[in-house]
């Protein structure tokens, strides 16, 4: 056998591992366990609404930690990072063969699922170190790490403007994930086809209102990491908990933080959703 045929037998196995019925159960898994982190956040969320919530960070972090206190919390943890490492896993599949749907060949797309399996693959890890033991892994406050990388970076000789680039990048993500969610572009991915008329209209209107209360915040938060280098003041800018405790600060006090947070469990149960009918 020659090194070439070799070399394209080998490609032809990847690409039936990166189709199998493991991977894509892995990526449903991972469907899921989105949808716990997120449903958590918007009670976290609530919470903090009309108090402090209590010492409780509504971030990952604080997700993790309500977890891990719950009777079987470390069992609970490992699953959902073997869960989120299945949708790391799903993901480079589709950076290395390219996704499901008449587009997901393109490279904007395949470069997309690199980006996020490498994000899910380091949730993944800061999960399964959190179950293992290492308490300083996955619950540590999101505001202290924007802050601290934010003022790091601002000591760099063109800080002011990576950090500025980077917070309108965030920015800018979350305007296009609120736009892609109002112009329900989410429908491509599922299979309507294969929900009642009652459930589809249930995962529009989850996929619409939780697509645009996460867009939101992500909004938020590019927004205060580009005043923190505007003003060079690292601690302008916000991890997800302060970003949504700042929604408290509005005229309408706390009931856009209730908003926000509904939308954020409605974003969570349409990831369960996707579960279900995501095009694989």
């Not at 196995?13 to 991977?23: E, G, Y």
């Not at 918007?42 to 409780?56: E, K």
């Amino acid at each position: 056998m020659t090194t070439g045929s070799a070399t394209a037998r080998g490609r032809r196995q990847a690409r039936r591992a990166a189709k199998s019925t493991a991977v894509a159960a892995g990526a449903r898994a991972g469907f899921v366990a989105r949808g716990i982190i997120y449903v958590l956040i918007g009670v976290l969320s609530v919470r903090i609404s009309f108090s402090d919530g209590g010492g409780r960070q509504a971030d990952r972090g604080g997700a993790i930690a309500e977890i891990a206190g719950k009777p079987f919390g470390a069992a609970l943890l490992w699953l959902l990072g073997i869960a989120l490492a299945g949708m790391a896993l799903w993901r480079l599949s589709g950076a290395a063969f390219g996704q499901a749907g008449p587009d997901g060949k393109k490279a904007t797309k395949r470069a997309t699922a690199a980006g996020r399996s490498v994000f899910y693959g380091f949730v993944s890890y800061s999960v399964l170190s959190y179950a293992a033991g290492d308490q300083s892994s996955g619950s540590g406050s999101s505001d202290e790490n924007s802050r601290d990388v934010t003022a790091k970076v601002l000591d760099w000789p063109a800080g002011l403007w990576i950090v500025a680039g980077a917070g309108a990048a965030v920015a800018a993500a979350g305007v296009w994930i609120a736009v892609r969610a109002l112009r329900r572009k989410f429908k491509k991915h599922l299979k309507m086809s294969g929900m009642s008329p009652r459930i589809r209209q249930t995962v529009t209107v989850l996929g619409v209102f939780g697509g645009s209360a996460r867009g939101v915040v992500f909004a938020a938060a590019g927004g205060f990491a580009v005043t923190a280098a505007v003003q060079h003041k690292p601690g302008k800018a916000k991890g997800m908990d302060d970003t949504l405790r700042s929604f408290t600060d509005t005229p309408v006090g706390p009931w856009l933080l209730v908003f926000i947070a509904v939308g954020l469990v409605a974003f969570g149960v349409f990831s369960w959703a996707s579960a279900r009918w995501r095009k694989l």
